[in-house]
């Protein structure tokens, strides 16, 4: 079992939809979480960060649950410009590394 | 400028030849990441170094990879004896320290080996 797994998509979604992302890590004792966005070649840049009491930032709110070892991220009323991959990412505690799932693509199309 | 700076953006090379890839953190970021994506894939750990401390190799995939990060700062990444399956993106990213999550990416070195 990879230590973190997402949903590879493609998402092709309407402007305006709600999608939701789902990812699932193994490591039960991992701390903390965050979501990435990936443009097309180009490189990595943190969206947020996820909290254990769920948190938002605008049209976007990340979840945790850390009974089924899964974060989710949710993006209302979406825009052209969402067009990207996202990249789930959990630290460990036993490694010094940020440990990235191989991210979700989302298409949204007029 | 003020972000992390990687050289050379592209390096075509030969199956069998030695190269060697850089990474300039931003000033003041004591933690460095290297990281590897080939296409289409998401991103592979490789190593990692914390201020003065040795470095977590756990990443690297075979003895051909090696890092340093001399004067805490600039890192290079020597691969050696390329192969075809090296091709890839090298990509940097430094953070002020471990575990707060935001990861300051380069744009990475696009490796391809012939």
């Known amino acids: 079992r990879k230590e973190v797994e997402q949903d590879p998509g493609p998402f092709n979604v309407p402007e305006g939809a709600t999608v939701a992302f789902n990812c699932t890590y193994s490591?039960?004792?991992?701390?903390?979480f965050f979501w990435y966005r990936q443009d097309c070649r180009k490189e990595p840049k943190l969206l947020m960060s996820?909290?254990?009491s769920g948190n938002e930032d605008g049209r976007f709110t990340a979840q945790l649950n850390r009974a089924s070892q899964y974060i989710s991220l949710l993006i209302r009323d979406s825009k052209l410009s969402d067009s990207a991959t996202y990249l789930c990412v959990v630290n460990p505690p036993s490694n010094n590394d940020m440990r990235f799932g191989a991210g979700t693509r989302l298409t949204v199309k007029p | 400028g003020a972000g992390v700076s990687q050289s050379p953006s592209n390096k075509v090379t030969e199956k069998g030849k030695d190269v060697e890839l850089r990474c300039d953190p931003i000033?003041?970021?004591?933690?460095l990441y290297w990281y590897r994506q080939s296409l289409g894939q998401g991103l592979e750990f490789l190593i990692y170094f914390q201020g003065n401390s040795a470095p977590d190799k756990s990443g690297l995939p075979s003895d051909r990879f090696s890092a340093e990060r001399t004067g805490g700062s600039v890192s290079t990444l020597t691969i050696q004896r390329t192969q075809q399956e090296d091709s890839a993106v090298y990509l940097c990213?430094?953070?002020?320290?471990?575990?707060?999550?935001?990861?300051?990416f380069g744009e990475g070195s696009r490796l391809t080996v012939l």
């Open positions: 996820v909290y254990s």
């Open positions: 490591n039960s004792a991992s701390q903390s």
């Open positions: 000033s003041g970021h004591t933690a």
């Open positions: 990213a430094s953070s002020y320290r471990r575990g707060t999550g935001e990861l300051f």
